[in-house]
């Protein structure tokens, strides 16, 4: 069993940052992937960012150039740079791994970009 907890969301206006964090629950776990989705009011959950074993990473065209996921294996974080927000990046953010051919996700955390 995973738990992610996401955290760090809120209201921000345009073109302002946020930081986005995600905590897996067991600290002896090492995930090769951890990844970042989001969901739009009345959109389907769409992928925003992915890390990898080797710290490679894969971003949406939508977000290239202005968020930048990083992680920390030893305490099994990930975060998620938000910079140059736009109103259609808000959004309930998701955290997401796979452990054992299972998916779990996050129970979200809400970005507002609005004036």
């Known amino acids: 069993q995973v738990q992610l907890v996401e955290s760090g969301g809120g209201l921000v206006q345009p073109g302002g940052s946020l930081k986005l964090s995600c905590a897996a629950s067991d600290s002896s776990k090492r995930f090769a992937v951890m990844a970042w989705y989001r969901q739009a009011p009345g959109n389907e959950r769409e992928f925003v960012s992915r890390?990898?074993?080797?710290?490679?990473?894969t971003y949406a065209e939508s977000v290239k150039g202005r968020f930048t996921i990083s992680r920390d294996a030893a305490k099994n974080m990930v975060y998620l740079q938000m910079n140059s927000l736009k109103p259609e990046d808000t959004a309930v953010y998701y955290c997401?791994?796979?452990?054992?051919?299972?998916?779990?996700w996050g129970k979200g955390t809400l970005v507002t970009v609005s004036s």
């Open positions: 890390i990898a074993s080797g710290d490679t990473t």
């Open positions: 997401n791994t796979v452990w054992l051919a299972k998916s779990y």
